[in-house]
T-cell receptor, first 113, second 111 residues
């Protein structure tokens, strides 16, 4: 069964900490994405990557950065965590040039205190 | 105005009922359309694509109306297990694919 795996299901961090969220996919997909999901707002795209070492800003990149050193791994970094970054974070992957078939990880519920 | 709008609900229906959700989109560059299902505290999963001619998958029927810029999802003979949030998803082709997720419609099916 193909999978997108996120390293943590629940995470609590302090304001000002540098936070790393890891995502690994085993489908050899080129495209990987980081979304956050908040009530009433739907999924909002933070960053995406079309290939190794490539990254593009999504709709809400402020306060975040990403790293893609290997095709299967896409990391989201909160440079200095703030309480307004408390959210559900979802990683997804998709084959290149395909409008179909987003596969999501199970999500990380991040709380910044 | 949001690019993809859905009634957040919740829709509360008895088992066996037929329920329909609509979703409107504002960008005429919208090219492909999907319904995803998201269970509580879980990730979204693709339910079905939506084709111009309409398509059916068991108890689920999806329709697209390009002239009025909306898509719909009809669930017949609702089951308790249909309780979930249904996300409307639109792909735009603006030189590259951009995917817009609706905020979702919450459905509760009760016995």
């Amino acid at each position: 069964d193909v999978k997108v795996t996120q390293s943590s299901r629940y995470l609590v961090k302090r304001t000002g900490e540098k936070v790393f969220l890891e995502c690994v996919q085993d489908m050899d997909h080129e495209n990987m994405f980081w979304y956050r999901q908040d009530p009433g707002l739907g999924l909002r795209l933070i960053y995406f990557s079309y290939d190794v070492k490539m990254k593009e800003k999504g709709d809400i990149p402020e306060g975040y950065s990403v790293s893609r050193e290997k095709k299967e791994r896409f990391s989201l970094i909160l440079e200095s965590a703030s309480t307004n970054q408390t959210s559900m974070y979802l990683c997804a992957s998709r084959p290149i040039d395909s409008p179909y078939g987003y596969t999501f990880g199970s999500g990380t519920r991040l709380t910044i205190v | 105005r949001k690019e993809v709008e859905q009634d957040p609900g919740p829709f509360n229906v008895p088992e066996g009922a037929t329920v329909a959700f609509n979703c409107t989109y504002s960008n005429s560059a919208s090219q492909s359309f999907f319904w995803y299902r998201q269970d509580c505290r879980k990730e979204p999963k693709l339910l079905m694509s939506v084709y111009s001619s309409g398509n059916e998958d068991g108890r689920f029927t999806a329709q697209l109306n390009r002239a009025s810029q909306y898509i719909s999802l009809l669930i017949r003979d609702s089951k308790l297990s249909d309780s979930a949030t249904y996300l409307c998803v639109v792909n735009l082709n603006t030189g590259g694919f951009k995917t817009i997720f609706g905020a979702g419609t919450r459905l509760f099916v009760k016995a």
